[in-house]
Nanobody, 127 residues
Framework: VQLQASGGGLVQGGGSLRLSCAAS????????MAWFRQAPGKERAFVAS????????VYADSVKGRFAISRDNAKNTVYLQMNNLKPEDTAVYYC?????????????????????WGQGTQVTVSS
């Protein structure tokens, strides 16, 4: 299984980026997906998740109203649209896959819920 994240880069504060994560999962349509991030010297932290059906999304408080997670099951891809970026959003962003479709929603924020991880893509926001 491979999760290939892309779309990171350097952007000025207030700008936007769109991350993509392509998954080589035969069961993508029943896989819950998420984005996490890890800033230098900090632990990996939850950003957003989306259920396999696309019907439920969950966001960290720090990104609510600015970020949007979505998925295209026909392309086995999950996206993270990031708007109004701030310097504190600077981090390596990782996509993750949870192959258990019935994971309780409250567990979607937990690193331990995810079975597969992408390699990460760097997002740097300048002030």
């Amino acid at each position: 299984v491979q999760l290939q994240a892309s779309g990171g880069g350097l952007v000025q504060g207030g700008g936007s980026l769109r991350l993509s994560c392509a998954a080589s999962l035969r069961t993508f349509r029943t896989t819950n997906m998420a984005w996490f991030r890890q800033a230098p010297g900090k632990e990996r932290a939850f950003v957003a998740s989306i259920r396999w059906s696309g019907s439920i999304t969950v966001y960290a408080d720090s990104v609510k109203g600015r970020f949007a997670i979505s998925r295209d099951n026909a392309k086995n891809t999950v996206y993270l649209q990031m708007n109004n970026l701030k310097p504190e959003d600077t981090a390596v962003y990782y996509c993750a896959a949870d192959i258990a479709p019935n994971t309780i929603i409250s567990a979607n924020r937990q690193i331990t819920s995810y079975d597969y991880w992408g390699q990460g893509t760097q997002v740097t926001v300048s002030s």
